[in-house]
């Protein structure tokens, strides 16, 4: 790799961080998932996915983690529950988007993969709401409407937009994954410390608390990454073919 092709991920990195930042901390607007906190309502998630499809993986990734970081510390103040949940969970996250928006993108037999992988979150989402582990109507209503929002929104791009299915079957795949971290991370790191009281605080959370924050984060951001990235990625490559990955 060229000095210059270096010079130029750090710059890519470092806008990706300042955005999602920037843009996350502006638009939390102070909520935080219902009953056990926290986790933030975040539409930020669609930045550092833009980046992991049109230039890297490794340029989207690292971009999410130290803007999560950066953000983190503007909110909630506690390095260690960033760094060993927060910057975790996206890096991790968005590496797979980015890994797969390019594997899947050309495969034909990926057209009901988005809809098939819609299914355990609305399920879990429909047990809970049972089980009324949400603290009432109106988280589970939150949740179970967010389910069915995003299934119908992969059923029409799987049917209408074929195209797009491997881009929505990875943003499915990666954020399942970085939510699952949340949701198990941030409860193992309540058994040995306090969350953060700027973020709803709490102590040995039962385990249930994982599975609030692992569909708050995945049901209230995959609508922004369905809606969103497949129109951005389209309009950047066809403005900018020449910073757009093959």
Do not use: C
Not at 43 to 72: N, T, Y
Not at 113 to 142: D, K
Request: avoid cysteine; hydrophobic fraction near 55%.
């Amino acid at each position: 790799m060229s000095k210059r092709t270096s010079s130029l991920e750090l710059v890519l990195i470092a806008a990706n961080a300042a955005l999602y930042a920037g843009v996350g901390y502006l638009t939390f607007l102070g909520i935080f998932a219902p009953v056990v906190g926290t986790v933030r309502f975040w539409p930020a998630v669609v930045i550092p996915a833009v980046f992991a499809v049109l230039f890297s993986p490794k340029i989207g990734a690292l971009g999410a983690g130290l803007g999560i970081f950066i953000s983190d510390m503007l909110i909630h103040g506690d390095p260690v529950l960033s760094i060993s949940v927060g910057v975790t969970s996206n890096v991790a996250g968005f590496y797979i988007l980015g890994v797969l928006a390019r594997r899947l993108a050309s495969s034909q037999r990926v057209s009901v993969l988005p809809v098939l992988l819609q299914a355990a979150p609305l399920a879990a989402a429909l047990a809970g709401s049972w089980a009324n582990i949400f603290g009432g109507w109106e988280t589970a209503s939150i949740f179970i409407g967010a389910g069915v929002l995003s299934l119908v929104i992969s059923v029409a791009y799987s049917f209408y937009r074929p195209r797009y299915a491997g881009l929505v079957a990875a943003s499915s795949t990666g954020l399942i994954v970085g939510s699952a971290m949340i949701g198990l991370g941030v409860w193992l790191y309540s058994q040995f410390f306090s969350l953060p009281a700027a973020a709803g605080g709490g102590h040995g959370l039962p385990l249930y608390a994982a599975a609030i924050w692992f569909l708050w984060t995945y049901l209230t951001e995959i609508p922004f990454l369905m809606i969103l990235l497949p129109p951005l990625v389209a309009a950047v490559r066809k403005a900018v073919p020449s910073v757009a990955r093959e």
